[in-house]
């Protein structure tokens, strides 16, 4: 018989990553199981708030949810910290070793298992900062109206800027009238499919942070009642998605930096190694 799931991503449709992660996941297990496991996908928002997919996977109202980190940090302390911590892990391979070499993400698999949640972190990528005016050292953030979350926007609120949570479908409204300057959604390429670029001219770098912000959540109950060989298709194929995702999602943004300077007018800025030292040194107090 077919079994039918539901999953919600936390992305818009509009998102890359929702093309590249969630209906990409959706319809591999499809495949892999020859329509046995049938899962319907609904970008964020559209079924449950996006704070409140944790807790959809956790009582079984959902099956399985693609959802950040930050959404369920308050019963899940150590998802701060998959999130990424602000200005520390800057490149890719980092945060790969971080989350798979040195056991993290074993760490965050037994902490969702105490809640009946099987984790599979969705792959790591960087945060970097957009933003209508040029930000060039770190007093540039003091007052600034910035769209954020989790621990950044913790981070953010102590170093001056007035940092406030917006839901992923609404920053571009709330960027194009002015409520917010700047945002972080992803780096590069995430912010050049939600658009923000049509009204955010700068770029900022290094990244804010890098980790695996995003992870994949299976109500464990579920996923016991499947046969054993629908199982292991959805075991190793999330496998296989982490490793194929992270390194896809380098090549990526490479790309989408390139265009939006060629194709998008938008200059980049990367802040002075001076400047980076202070707001890692303010970091560290978070």
């Known amino acids: 018989p077919v079994i039918k799931?539901?999953?919600q991503a936390g992305w818009p449709s509009a998102t890359p990553a929702y093309k590249d992660s969630a209906q990409w996941m959706v319809d591999k297990i499809k495949q892999r199981t020859n329509g046995r496991l049938?899962?319907?996908l609904y970008q964020g928002g559209t079924l449950v708030p996006v704070t409140e997919m944790f807790?959809?996977?956790k009582r079984g109202m959902l099956e399985?949810?693609?959802?950040?980190?930050?959404?369920?940090?308050d019963q899940v302390p150590l998802a701060n910290v998959a999130a990424g911590l602000p200005f520390d892990l800057k490149e890719a391979w980092e945060a790969t070793y971080f989350q798979r070499w040195l056991g993290f993400e074993k760490m965050m698999k037994d902490a969702l298992a105490a809640h009946g949640i099987y984790y599979v972190t969705d792959m790591v990528t960087p945060t970097e900062l957009v933003s209508k005016k040029p930000i060039q050292k770190m007093d540039d953030f003091k007052g600034l109206k910035i769209r954020s979350a989790g621990m950044l926007q913790t981070y953010l609120t102590s170093i001056g800027a007035a940092a406030s949570f917006i839901p992923g479908g609404e920053i571009y409204t709330a960027l194009s009238s002015g409520v917010v300057e700047a945002t972080h959604w992803g780096a590069a390429l995430s912010s050049e499919g939600m658009g923000f670029y049509e009204v955010c001219k700068f770029h900022l770098k290094p990244c804010l942070?890098?980790?695996?912000?995003?992870g994949w959540l299976v109500n464990q109950k579920a996923l016991d009642k499947l046969p054993p060989e629908v199982q292991k298709v959805v075991y190793?194929?999330?496998e296989?998605?982490?490793?194929?995702?992270?390194?896809?999602?380098v090549y990526l943004e490479e790309l989408a930096l390139q265009r939006i300077i060629k194709?998008?007018?938008?200059?980049?800025i990367t802040l002075p190694p001076e400047e980076y030292v202070k707001m890692q040194k303010a970091a560290l107090k978070i």
Do not use: L
């Open 5 to 7: 799931w539901r999953c």
């Open 38 to 40: 049938v899962i319907e």
């Open 55 to 57: 807790n959809a996977v």
């Open 64 to 73: 399985m949810s693609c959802c950040a980190a930050q959404y369920y940090r």
């Open 209 to 214: 942070n890098f980790g695996g912000m995003n």
């Open 236 to 238: 190793t194929t999330m």
């Open 240 to 249: 296989e998605h982490f490793w194929a995702r992270c390194n896809q999602q």
């Open 263 to 268: 194709e998008k007018g938008v200059k980049v």
